[in-house]
């Protein structure tokens, strides 16, 4: 019998990746996904698939699902600031609501649960690189505050399920992502500026440029969350790539490697923009013998080509 996933956040970028990754391991997957920031088109050539199921409902609403499921992996909720602060209450409701509701299937069917959280738990960090242990610094009232504290919410409501209903719970803290599938309009810095050196518009730099970001290719995100699914580990885990640019650093490689003459303007820091951020990963080296191994030059390359093509149509 093949194991059976529930993916919600299916149709999003990083879903629609652990799709076709848990397809390719043996798995069934039903997807599911309301569609508010997901795209159909990133898993339209699943739909054939015999192994593969799209259901299109939003999880902060009871979930009804016959039959067996072995693993339910929640990635439903608005990701980059454009999208969180347009949906602010989708926001808070996917990460309360829809973490409860998938919580509660995964007591009903007995299913392992694996929480997407996110290094915007750190908020502002006074500490780099940022540790598990660290509690974070977060303006829980500043506009940023409904995606940090929806995902801060869905942690502690996870980690009390595994405690009170002995739910087998994992929690990843993903670090800035990038690769195929992110959305020309998504509103984080490397859609952002790869967008805007293909059209030779000004890349748009906030404040002076010298905050930092580390950047990890969607490949290796998938490889380090599939280990983390079969691991022990119940509590939260960061993944994402220890290798730390300055947005300006940044810049001046996606102008390289479009080459593009677009100029860069500045623009003032949005409130509570984080000025560093850096995941220690440490126990993801030591618990899943896990680290990023795919270049910035080589997934930028891959992530550029494929706006390219998508630019065309």
Known sequence: MKKIALITGGAGFIGSHLCERLIREGFRVICMDNLITGNLDNVRHLLESKDFKFIRHNVTRYINLPGKIDYILHFASPASPVDYLKYPIPTLKVGSLGTHNTLGLAKLKKA????????????????????????????CIGPRGVYDEAKRFAEAITMAYHRAHKIDTRVVRIFNTYGPRMRLNDGRVVPNFVYQALKNKPLTVYGKGRQTRSFCYIDDLVEGIFRLMHSSISGPLNLGNPEEFTIMEFALLVLKFTRSNSKIVFKPLPQDDPKQRKPDISKAKKLLKWQPVIKLEVGLTKTIEWFMEKLKN
């Not at 997407?116 to 738990?121: R, Y």
């Open 112 to 139: 392992k649960y694996l929480l997407a959280s996110t290094s915007e738990v750190y908020g502002d960090p006074v500490m780099h690189p940022q540790k598990e242990s660290y509690y974070g610094n977060v303006n």
